[in-house]
């Protein structure tokens, strides 16, 4: 995809959320009901079909974002699919990390 065909794309998507969020500012409830419920199941379609392109392959891993380096594969976490796990479900508010990144959030820094 170039750059332009990219950008066009990054600006309508984002003047489409942007004019949604506006009417549900402003819309009184029965405008506010009509809106969602043509948006939802909208959204709810392209969040299968954004999810059924990156689904994980027979290794469990994601088809899109996993690369094919010389002599192996790149493993990533497909971010799509934390994405959606994030917004889509209810995370407890802290999330017990452990393993050897555990500490991370609570290194302090010297000074
Ligand atoms: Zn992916």
């Given at each position: ?13 984002k ?18 009901s ?7 199941p ?14 994980s ?5 994601c088809?899109?974002?996993s ?25 407890p ?9 555990s ?6 820094t010297?000074?």
């Amino acid at each position: 995809m170039d750059d332009n065909l990219n950008a066009t794309l990054h600006t309508g998507v984002k003047q489409q959320l942007d004019y949604v969020e506006g009417l549900l500012g402003k819309a009184d409830d029965p405008s506010k009901s009509k809106l969602a419920e043509t948006v939802i199941p909208q959204w709810a379609d392209a969040w299968r079909e954004l999810l059924a392109v990156h689904a994980s392959d027979e290794r469990g891993r994601c088809r899109e974002c996993s690369k094919w380096w010389p002599f192996r594969f790149r493993r990533s976490r497909c971010t799509v699919w934390r994405t959606a796990h994030r917004n889509l479900i209810s995370e407890p508010a802290e999330v017990t990390r452990t393993g050897r990144h555990s500490l991370l959030g609570q290194r302090q820094t010297a000074g």
